[in-house]
């Protein structure tokens, strides 16, 4: 299998490097298209069922420095398990970001490193915020967030019931630095496109993130009717309504679907890119989805 982390140049003049579980194929051959099914569909089993689909039991235990607080987070990944236990590239630039941020603007720094993140938080509003992540896998990005936040803002990291005791396992193996932060994280199953899941969770949300989300096509809808029941909501006090910030690696072209069908329904607007990390040809890019209406057409980008 290879690894999330891992990248790799392709001929393909479109279509990009990396490859969860070495399943992805070029969109456009029937025969590979069929086979991409066959095993995507192999992989979302034993993924659902919790199985490991090549075997064996290994963990990894990585510490991630954050500046602006001086502290890590320490991230158990167990990658024989399958994808959702491991660390995907976009956590790491989602984390990045809002290190970034806080620390920049912690030392007053108000230049270009602030400002992707400063549109988005100078209009929420003045009180604890509430933030929910999606397809958490090993928890880094939302967990991340709370230690980076601290005592004003509540995290509720969720995923596919099978992935919640290592989210679990994480929050608690950062529970000392999480309290000397204030911060509070909580863990709760959602799938996407689940209305009960999403009706216990409810819309009291200010910011929705995800990292590494868009991958399988089959999962396009559910996760866009999932985005569709959060953003908008936050509730009386936020004028604005809840965003969605999400970092992805485009690794298929198909993935132009996803975000033609979200920008039919969300502005979608590009905020960050990460160069190419070495031997790639493409970096993870964070986009905001906000409700239709509140950003003006000029501010938004085409992925
Ligand atoms: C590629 S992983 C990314 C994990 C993590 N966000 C990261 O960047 O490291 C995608 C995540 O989405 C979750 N996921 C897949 N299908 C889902 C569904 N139908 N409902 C909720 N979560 C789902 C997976 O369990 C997995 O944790």
Known sequence: ???PTHEKEDDDDEDVDLNPLNILQDDDDDDDDQ???EVTEAAAAAEEEGRNPSGGYKQQQQQHYLQSIDSSVVIRQLPSQGLSFQLWPAATTLMNLLDHHHYHQSNNNNDNITKPLSQIFDHLPCRPLRILELGSGTGLAGI??????????SVT?????HVLQNLHFNTAANSS??????ASVNVAALRWGEMDDMESIGRDFDIILGS???YYDHLYDPLLQTIRFFVGGGGEDNSQGAV???AHLRRWKKDSVFFRKARKLFNVQMI???PPAPGSRIGVVVYCFSRKGLMSESETSNP
């Not at 990291?157 to 019931?161: E, G």
């Open 35 to 37: 086979k991409e099914e």
């Open 244 to 246: 969605f910030l999400m």
């Open 144 to 153: 991340a967030a709370a230690a980076i936040i601290g005592s004003s803002c």
């Open 157 to 161: 990291l969720t995923d596919l019931p």
């Open 212 to 214: 590494d989300v868009v």
């Open 177 to 182: 630095m999480l309290a000397l932060r204030g």
């Open 272 to 274: 960050h890119s990460d």
């Open 1 to 3: 299998m290879v690894s």
